[in-house]
């Protein structure tokens, strides 16, 4: 099966992934444990959950490298490299995809607040992205994705690094709040200055993930097809998590999410997935609902 980006986006809508990090407590990692560590210790866990998902209907699945930046690994306390992480990750996704599937290297967010809002200064957390996004590159990902992303300078350092590494395909996801009865990010930015800066920098696509559930996501969906010049992702949680008998639990199950899918793709969104809490049944049921 000959698969590429551009030859998926002709049949769009596209089904993204969901969770993982929640997939993998549900299979018995501890909530705040790094879920690379399961790209060392229990890769069998980590296939599994990728090839849930292809069954599914996804045609994008994402690597488990969120965290995978030196800063991260090390305050995770993992002593492994960010190369040896990636390319197990990597080829892992890979191998579970067996061409049904393009593989789309994740890069969360450093994990502090570069100057001039914060003290760790811009060419370091620009070296952390070059270092992780050229290992992505490396180890063959098709896609790299930048995601969660509060600040746009932040993301833009991201894709910056992207472009360098020779990533082919580079989009960058924001999460938004509301604020004054605007999505905004936490550093205040608009969905349209997000979506225009990002495709100014070269941007394959841009869109949100995460986020504070359907209804603020359907106001940020609603005003990437107003203001980008590139393709559209939205990632969403599976609404907001409520603790119930000390568990985490989230709100929105499958049917839920699937009608949801199908108002994404209404708005004219080309690519759909889930965030937080959404799962291979999540995925199905927006396939279902989509065909194809």
């Avoid at 030859?7 to 790094?34: C, H, I, K, M, W």
């Avoid at 050229?134 to 690094?161: N, P």
Wanted: some cysteine; overall charge negative.
């Amino acid at each position: 099966m000959t698969m590429d980006f551009a030859s998926l986006l002709r049949n769009a809508p596209v089904l993204f992934d969901g969770a993982t990090g929640t997939e993998y407590q549900r299979r018995g990692l501890p909530v705040g444990a790094a879920p690379e560590q399961w790209v060392m210790e229990r890769p069998d866990d980590v296939t599994a959950v990728h090839r849930a998902y292809i069954d599914a209907g996804a045609r994008i699945i994402e690597t488990c490298t969120f965290g995978a930046t030196r800063r991260r690994l090390d305050s995770s306390g993992l002593s492994y490299g960010v190369e040896e992480v990636t390319a197990r990750a990597v080829a892992l996704a890979r191998q579970a995809a067996g061409g049904r599937a393009l593989v789309a290297g994740s890069v969360g967010p450093f994990g502090a607040v570069m100057e001039p809002y914060g003290d760790v200064p811009a060419a370091d957390v620009e070296a952390l992205f070059s270092e992780q996004a050229a290992a992505l590159v490396a180890a063959g990902a098709d896609i790299v994705l930048i995601e969660t992303m509060i600040s746009l300078d932040e993301a833009v350092t991201a894709l910056r690094a992207a472009k360098r590494a020779g990533a082919a395909v580079a989009g960058v996801t924001m999460t938004f709040e509301l604020i004054g009865g605007v999505p905004r990010t936490s550093f205040g930015e608009t969905v349209r200055e997000a979506a225009e800066r990002l495709a100014q920098e070269g941007a394959s696509f841009v869109g949100a993930n995460c986020g504070a559930g359907f209804e603020l996501m359907r106001l940020v969906a609603s005003e990437f097809r107003i203001h980008a010049s590139v393709p559209v992702l939205i990632q969403t949680n599976a609404g907001i998590p409520v603790i119930e008998n000390g568990a985490i639990r989230y709100p929105e199950n499958a049917e839920s999410f699937g009608a949801f899918a199908s108002e994404l793709a209404a708005l004219g969104v080309p690519m759909i997935g889930g965030c937080c809490g959404t799962s291979p049944e999540h995925i199905a049921e927006a396939r279902r609902r989509l065909g194809g």
